[in-house]
């Protein structure tokens, strides 16, 4: 079975500075991840996607995020925060069979000017 | 880009009337998937396709059903509406080669 656990529900940063949202997982196969954003009554936007190529991944919008097996995890980053980043962020697992997605709990980016 | 369009955007209705929701795409790809977002939560499946007429349960199909009579379409049905089924429904598309899911707009279903 495959979880995932994003370890932080709110993030609040102010603009211009770093983003960190903490993703850990879990899964019997080699998985695929993915980070999607949410903005307010919008749907949901794919930002980033790891698939076993290079472990540093770049998405839209100056975003990236790290795969680090021995840790297990995927942390999503920025260097510098923009008041538009503000959204509902879920870091996303995939078991590789029909795969199905699980998504975990969301973290909340907050940014303040 | 992969279009998904969900039939209705809000959607009221009443404990124990039968419920339609209705999912659209236009790529003619295998996978279809119906997730419910609730705060707190993230989104958890509920049903999903990999082709006309097939269906497999996900995390959570206790009170819902589905029907795929066609590719396009993918149809996610409450029996009985009840308040607990009060939630915002997402529909996603997967392509068949890659693993990206591209998701609809989402039906926020108010039961009353």
């Known amino acids: 079975a495959q979880s995932v656990t994003q370890l932080d529900s709110h993030v609040s940063v102010s603009e211009g500075t770093p983003v960190l949202l903490r993703c850990n997982y879990s899964?019997?196969?080699?998985?695929?991840l993915f980070w999607y954003v949410q903005h307010p009554n919008k749907g949901l936007q794919l930002l980033l996607k790891?698939?076993?190529?290079?472990?540093l991944v770049k998405g839209i919008n100056g975003f990236e995020a790290e795969f680090k097996k021995s840790e297990t995890s995927f942390h999503l980053t920025k260097p510098s925060a923009h008041m538009s980043d503000a959204a509902e962020y879920f870091c996303v697992v995939s078991d590789g069979g029909y795969s199905t997605l699980t998504f975990g709990k969301g973290t909340m980016l907050l940014v303040s000017p | 880009d992969v279009k998904v369009t969900q039939s209705s955007r809000y959607l009221v209705k009443r404990t124990g009337e039968k419920v339609f929701l209705e999912c659209v795409q236009d790529m003619d790809h295998e996978n279809m998937f119906w997730y419910r977002q609730d705060p707190g939560l993230g989104l958890r499946l509920i049903y999903f396709s990999y082709d006309v007429k097939m269906k497999e349960k996900g995390d959570i199909p206790e009170g819902y059903s589905v029907s795929r009579e066609k590719k396009e379409r993918f149809s996610l049905i409450l029996e009985s509406a009840s308040t607990n089924q009060t939630s915002m429904y997402l529909c996603?598309?997967?392509?068949?080669?890659?693993?990206?899911?591209?998701f609809g707009p989402g039906t926020r279903l108010l039961v009353l």
């Open positions: 996603a598309v997967k392509r068949p080669s890659g693993e990206t899911q591209y």
């Open positions: 790891y698939t076993s190529a290079a472990t």
């Open positions: 899964s019997s196969y080699s998985p695929s």
